[in-house]
């Protein structure tokens, strides 16, 4: 079975798989990458599992702004399980292929969790405008049924919203080499493989970067601008602390997820190389989500307290089992 055959244009038209070129340059150092990133991307499954587990087990985390964080963590576990376990086969092997139907299945997943969590961390960032600008209407705004209401928008506008862009990104006819520059089915190196007219794709790519990136970013910063005003105009120098620690978290979460997106999708192209892009995209892929639940559980005193209550608990129902 061939992966492009001829066209009358001249061109490889391109049927059946892609090559993921990605961080083949290394040559024998892929084999330290390997490890490397599955060290990482095993206690980024392991942090991100604790921290939901520790939430459904402490009913003292039962509130609005760890429930988005159970969201955020399972974003966070689909989101880089669509990239590392393809990327880590692929640095055992010599040939890089992937189909078109993986290659279409793993950019889906990507850009559903990438959105989604856009949305996530906008939502968090409202949870914390009332927390702190609201607080005597905190429990009757952020309800079960509200937090329950802008968690599943947020899921559904990344599932709807990527799979329309998908489905037409992967109904166009792709030729020339089939070789991508980069280790996992990303939309701008994948659409320059399309031998049509994308200017339909380029202007729903600008649309969803603008309504749905652009947008949730702005309602953060928004978020935020009333809610330092709040913290500034505590009488008390020890409310102030208090009242920016309940957001401290989300704001470094916030800062590295939009920090690393932007240097990889908006960063200046000219100049850089191959492989610095590359790298940078790994920071963005796979570095950002390990970091989130050391973020929430080092910066938060709430989980740490919530940690060691479970594992006495645990311990001591053993003990006495025993």
């Given amino acids: ?130 927390a702190i600008c609201h607080p005597l209407h905190y429990t009757t705004i952020m309800s079960g049924r509200v937090c329950a209401l802008l968690a599943g928008v947020s899921w559904f506008i990344g599932i709807s919203v990527e799979a329309a862009q998908a489905r037409w990104l992967f109904s166009l006819p792709f030729c020339g080499s089939n070789r991508i520059p980069h280790f996992f089915c990303d939309i701008p190196p994948v659409m320059q493989k399309a031998c049509a007219d994308t200017s339909k794709n380029e202007l729903m790519l600008l649309i969803v970067s603008s309504l749905f990136i652009l947008g949730p970013f702005l309602l953060i910063l928004l978020s935020y601008v009333h809610i330092i005003s709040t913290i500034l105009k505590l009488p008390s120098a020890q409310g102030r602390r208090k009242a920016f620690s309940t957001c401290s978290s989300h704001l470094t979460v916030v800062t590295v997820f939009y920090g690393t997106a932007i240097i990889t999708y908006l960063g200046p192209k000219s100049g850089s190389s191959a492989e610095g892009s590359l790298m940078i995209s790994l920071l963005n892929s796979i570095i950002s989500p390990a970091l989130n639940p050391i973020i929430y559980t080092l910066r938060n005193k709430e989980v740490k307290g919530a940690f060691k209550k479970t594992v006495q608990k645990v311990v001591f129902s053993h003990h006495w089992r025993n």
């Fill in 1 to 130: 079975m061939t992966s492009s055959e001829s066209d009358p244009g001249g061109n490889q038209t391109i049927t059946h798989v892609f090559i993921l070129v990605g961080f083949s340059y290394l040559n024998e150092l892929q084999i330290l990458l390997f490890v490397v990133l599955l060290v990482i991307y095993l206690l980024t499954l392991m942090g991100n599992l604790l921290v939901i587990l520790l939430i459904k087990l402490s009913p003292s985390l039962h509130t609005p702004m760890y429930f988005f964080l159970v969201n955020l963590s399972a974003s966070e576990i689909c989101f880089t399980s669509s990239v590392v376990p393809q990327l880590l086969a692929h640095l055992l092997v010599e040939e890089k292929t992937i189909s078109i139907a993986a290659c279409a299945a793993g950019m889906y997943v990507n850009a559903i969790m990438g959105l989604t969590e856009c949305c996530l961390l906008a939502a968090m960032a409202y949870d914390r405008y009332v």
